[in-house]
C-alpha cells in the first residue's frame, strides 16, 4: 500500500496533497478519502491510501493514517546546531551537489526533476536553519 506524509491539507477547500515516499508525483486527497470522524490533515502526518487515476491525475481513495506529527517537538535545525567547521565541510559538499545536480539541467534551460529538486531544496533549507 502505497504511503507518504500530508504536504497540506485545507479543510475549508475540503481537499490537499500527499508528498510520496516513492518519490512520484504528489497525490490529490479530497475529504471523501479521510477515514470515518476525520476532519482535516496536519502537514506532515504519515498515511498510506490506495491509487486511483482520473482524468486529473492521481487520487488517494481509502486514507487510512498512520501517525500524526509531534506538536511542539522543536525542528532537528533548532535543537543543535553545527560547529562551523562542520558547516564548512557541509557547504562546501552541498556545493558539489549542486555543481553536479542543479545546475546542468539549469545551463541547458531545464529545472532539475522533481525528486532531485525537493531532495536539494531540503538540504539547504536544513543548512539555512544552521546559518541563523
Not at 51 to 65: S, W
Not at 74 to 81: H, L, S, V, Y
Amino acid at each position: 500500500m502505497p504511503s507518504g506524509r500530508v504536504k497540506w491539507f485545507d479543510a475549508e477547500k475540503g481537499f490537499g496533497f500527499v508528498s510520496r515516499d516513492d518519490g512520484g508525483k504528489d497525490v490529490f486527497v479530497h475529504r471523501d478519502a479521510l477515514p470515518e470522524g476525520v476532519e482535516e490533515l496536519a502537514k506532515g502526518t504519515k498515511v498510506e491510501y490506495s491509487i486511483i487515476d482520473t482524468r486529473r491525475g492521481v487520487q488517494a481513495m481509502g486514507l487510512h493514517v498512520v501517525a500524526a506529527p509531534q506538536v511542539g517537538a522543536a525542528p532537528a535545525a533548532e535543537t543543535a546546531k553545527r560547529s562551523p567547521e562542520e558547516l564548512n565541510s557541509l557547504l562546501q559538499d552541498l556545493i558539489g551537489v549542486l555543481e553536479q545536480q542543479v545546475m546542468p539541467p539549469l545551463s541547458r534551460g531545464r529545472r532539475p526533476d522533481r525528486k532531485t529538486g525537493a531532495k536539494i531544496a531540503e538540504l539547504l533549507r536544513a543548512v539555512a536553519g544552521d546559518l541563523e
